[in-house]
């Protein structure tokens, strides 16, 4: 199963628009905060992302990672100029998007095997 498969179906969710599942009829101990459930196109299963349950320690982390790398393109930016700069910045943007995308890590969990509008449940 690859990245942005259905954990149900196995079909391909990548590059689609999934259906939100309207928040009140989201069960309430499925949530992790706010994170909203999606319906997958194909087989109607309920899924939500596939994140860690510390979800504060990561918007902490990618909030220094953002400010420490406009603070390292800047200084580049300013000592070599702007070609190396925005070549640094493609580097890194392309290593991310890699990284991302080819990782083995699914990127959605099921949550029901299937939805319903008139299930009280979902």
């Not at 989201?26 to 994140?51: M, S």
């Amino acid at each position: 199963m690859k990245r942005f498969d259905c954990p149900q179906c196995g079909k391909s969710l990548s590059f689609r628009l999934l259906p939100i599942v309207p928040p009140a009829s989201q069960p309430k101990d499925i949530l992790v905060g706010a994170t909203p459930l999606f319906t997958c196109i194909h087989c109607g299963a309920v899924l939500a992302h596939n994140e860690p349950k510390f979800t504060w320690k990561i918007g902490f982390f990618r909030t220094v990672m953002f400010l420490s790398g406009a603070i390292l393109f800047s200084a580049v930016g300013a000592v070599l100029g702007r070609v190396v700069s925005l070549t640094a910045i493609a580097i890194v943007a392309l290593g991310i998007g890699t990284v991302l995308l080819f990782s083995p890590k699914p990127a959605y969990r099921l949550v029901s095997s299937t939805h319903s509008a008139n299930n009280p449940k979902l």
